[in-house]
């Protein structure tokens, strides 16, 4: 492992989409909830970036911040957010929706979120079609086409029915079809697969990669199952209450984790535990309350190898390899051991 200068430059030739120091406060009657910090990431063109991090580390706030879809109390305080070459937080609100269902398109956890319960598959599809050329005819045979695509068994006559005549599964799979009619060069998925159970799982994301890879579109990647992010990411980044600690290609990430986070995480990933137990380890300590600015590393109440440093001072982006980069001070101490 060899580390080299702090914050390297990110490539942004074939990057889709560029987040930078991207800052998000929600207002409570609390005080202020630092929901994320700092947050730099790229999209490459074409690929499937993963978050991937304990529950409230940001990732969904990371997702909804990309798709402009924010509640009334959230506050970007800083940062911007780069989509094909347009930073989506400069631009009018009209522009910016009007790249939702186009550009843009997004699936949800809970696939009811998206579909209308009172409208039928057909209507529904054939609307979200509205940035197409075509007639209403030829938007219905895509929609068949794709529900076809999806797995849903006789789309011809089943098209015609409402969402609540289909099984959880087969309604995700109907999103899915949706959200990828449109051919977006972005699609974010906010944990598409957490409601179902673990064959369905296995067969979305295989559907979900089979359906990028044809389309060619990138994906942003929300999970907390880390066997889903393996199985469709090109890249992983981690977030730790509301900052990206560590960020790399999937296998640099998963067979050479820099930053001891990433490593607690996988160590408590129940696909990797071999031996068999009744409970599944856990890290140790709690997520620190996002409230009021923070000194120090984040994750160093936590952290069996926080050093005086840890506290004080709040590690930059540290390379590991080529194409890796962590937050972490022992990345630092070990390089100034190596030269
Ligand atoms: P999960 O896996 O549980 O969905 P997450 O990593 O997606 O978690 P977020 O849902 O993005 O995390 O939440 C990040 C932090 O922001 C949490 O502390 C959460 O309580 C807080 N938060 C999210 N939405 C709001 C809101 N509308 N108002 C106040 N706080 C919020
Ligand atoms: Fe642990 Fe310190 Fe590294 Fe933070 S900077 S992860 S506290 S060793």
């Given at each position: 492992m060899t580390h080299d200068d702090p914050t390297p430059q990110r490539s942004s030739s074939s990057t889709l989409l560029e987040i930078r120091d991207l800052n998000l406060d929600f207002g409570t009657p609390r005080g202020r909830i630092h929901a994320l910090r700092n947050v730099s990431l790229d999209v490459p063109a074409g690929q499937v970036l993963g978050i991937v991090g304990?529950?409230?580390s940001g990732k969904?706030?990371?997702?909804?911040?990309?798709?402009?879809?924010?509640?009334?109390?959230?506050?970007?305080?800083?940062?911007?957010?780069?989509?094909?070459?347009?930073?989506?937080?400069?631009?009018?609100?009209?522009?910016?929706r009007a790249l939702l269902g186009d550009r843009l398109s997004m699936i949800f956890q809970n696939p009811m979120t998206a579909l209308n319960p009172v409208r039928t598959i057909e209507s529904q599809m054939i609307d979200i079609q509205h940035h197409e050329q075509g007639s209403r005819r030829e938007k219905r045979a895509r929609a068949i086409d794709m529900l076809h695509r999806v797995g849903i068994p006789d789309p011809e006559s089943r098209i015609v029915a409402c969402p609540h005549h289909f099984s959880g599964?087969?309604?995700?799979?109907?999103?899915?079809?949706?959200?990828?009619?449109?051919?977006?060069?972005?699609?974010?998925?906010?944990?598409p697969t957490t409601a179902l159970d673990a064959t369905l799982e296995v067969q979305i994301i295989h559907l979900l990669k089979e359906l990028q890879k044809e389309i060619g579109c990138s994906v942003l990647f929300v999970s907390h199952h880390l066997g889903a992010v393996a199985e469709l990411c090109d890249r992983v980044a981690?977030?730790?209450?509301?900052?990206?600690?560590?960020?790399?290609?999937?296998?640099?990430?998963?067979?050479?984790?820099?930053?001891?986070?990433?490593?607690?995480?996988?160590?408590?990933?129940?696909?990797?535990?071999?031996?068999?137990?009744?409970?599944?380890?856990?890290?140790p300590g709690e997520v620190p309350s996002l409230l009021g600015s923070k000194v120090g590393c984040i994750f160093r109440t936590r952290c069996q190898h926080a050093f005086n440093r840890c506290v004080q001072e709040n590690p930059v982006e540290y390379r590991i390899g080529l194409d890796q980069v962590a937050r972490c001070h022992l990345l630092d101490e070990e390089r100034l051991v190596s030269v």
């Open positions: 304990e529950s409230g969904s706030t990371l997702a909804y911040t990309v798709m402009g879809l924010l509640s009334e109390n959230a506050d970007v305080t800083a940062g911007s957010i780069v989509f094909e070459g347009k930073d989506l937080l400069k631009m009018p609100a009209q522009a910016r599964g087969m309604r995700q799979r109907i999103c899915i079809a949706m959200a990828l009619l449109v051919k977006p060069a972005l699609l974010v998925a906010d944990e981690v977030m730790y209450a509301g900052e990206v600690v560590e960020e790399g290609a999937v296998r640099d990430i998963f067979h050479n984790p820099g930053h001891p986070y990433t490593r607690a995480l996988l160590e408590c990933d129940p696909g990797r535990i071999k031996k068999r137990t009744r409970s599944l380890p856990t890290i």
